[in-house]
């Protein structure tokens, strides 16, 4: 009847550790939430330690070990902080001989449960049965060390039942709880956010095929009306051939909508193929594609970027990038600008591959810099796609783990800014 005491403690902290995983349902992905969950692992902990097994006067067994590491293993060192800070002055308080050897137990059971996060995250490998057992038989071992070094070896014997039986299966069933509750809560939001991405793509797909349709129709109808006119006896050989540019021109249109067609399907695909790219020389493929743009031929580049810079990535997608960027640079330069400019900069940042693409055209207002990111965006008159192109490129960096921002004063010119890790993002 002796442990009976200390078997209620313990299956009042298994039991309490449901109220556990049901705050890490509601505020496990908010600020704050791991210092609540230190505040109950706390007050459970101090709660225990009112109805400890007294093993003699001023010493006792409870289960603030089993609460404080595992506290400490799914919610990380907030939560141990806020929990030991609780417990370690209820501890002193209440005195005794075994005080010290009380203080130190709490604190190594902390300790050896962020030990145990930092070899493996329970956010990315939940804990099973083997390694929470492990988990308490060395914060009970240590436990039982504590008694040895700092009490006696007549009461560590008193205390080795327990030590190695109810502790350790105490840790086993109370941290199968949590790892049942966080790896289900994780399958949730994994399934919330694939929901989402579906519904999104869903709303992207119905809005690109009705504005695809009507893009399309808009030159393919002048085009057919062209075309009447063509047949007509009565038209000028001159009319003919500004008929035939025109037609021309209608048709340009319709592919220019094609291909960024082609560019949403394939910004879905990103990643999929990682090569080694060197980025230098697709700049320069990118500015070779750049030829067929009228305006491209008056346009001044500037490129500096190191020739051994290279990125581990899908090279489909980052051509689409940087074609986007420089593109939309080339077709808003002024008018006005005696000389267009537009510079290709790159360099490694921080483990990442830094690029920017900087012109001296006509620059964005500041409340449209973010429009111009939006699907079907067309800011300008001078806008001759279908608004997808800058929509794409973050689109695509994003995919690839990066981002691309704008920098832009009305006026001067823009900068755009990709961002994409050197090496493909793993999970």
Partial sequence: MQYLELVHNL?????LSLVSGFLHDRWGGRRGGCALQG??????SVLGMQRAMPVTSGIFLDGRSVMLSLGALFFGPQAAGVALAMVLPVRIWMGGQGALAGCLVSILSGALGLLFRAWQDPRQHPPRGRRLLLLGLLVHGAMG?????VLSMKLFQV??????TLYPAATVLAGKVLSDTMQRSHSEQQLRLKNEALVRS????????????????APLRATLGLLELQEDPETTAEERGENHRLMRASLERCDRIIRDILEFSRSSRCSSRPERVYVEALVQECLENLRPIPEASRVHFEVDVPLDLSILIDQPCLRSILQSLLTNAVQFQRADEPRPRVSIRASEVQGQMELQVEDNGEGIPAPMQ?????????????SQGSGL??????????RLGGQVNLESSQGVGSTFTLRLPLTPEVG
């Fill in 145 to 149: 060390a504590v008694f040895v070094c």
């Fill in 370 to 382: 973010e429009e111009v990111f939006r699907m079907f965006y067309r800011g300008s008159h001078r």
């Fill in 39 to 44: 505040l109950l692992f706390g007050a459970v």
């Fill in 389 to 398: 192109g800058l929509y794409f490129a973050r689109q695509m960096a994003q």
């Fill in 11 to 15: 299956t009042l902290l298994v039991a």
């Fill in 159 to 164: 205390a080795l039942l327990p030590l190695v």
């Fill in 202 to 217: 869903h709303e992207e797909m119905d809005r690109l095929i009705y504005n695809t349709s009507h893009d399309l129709r």
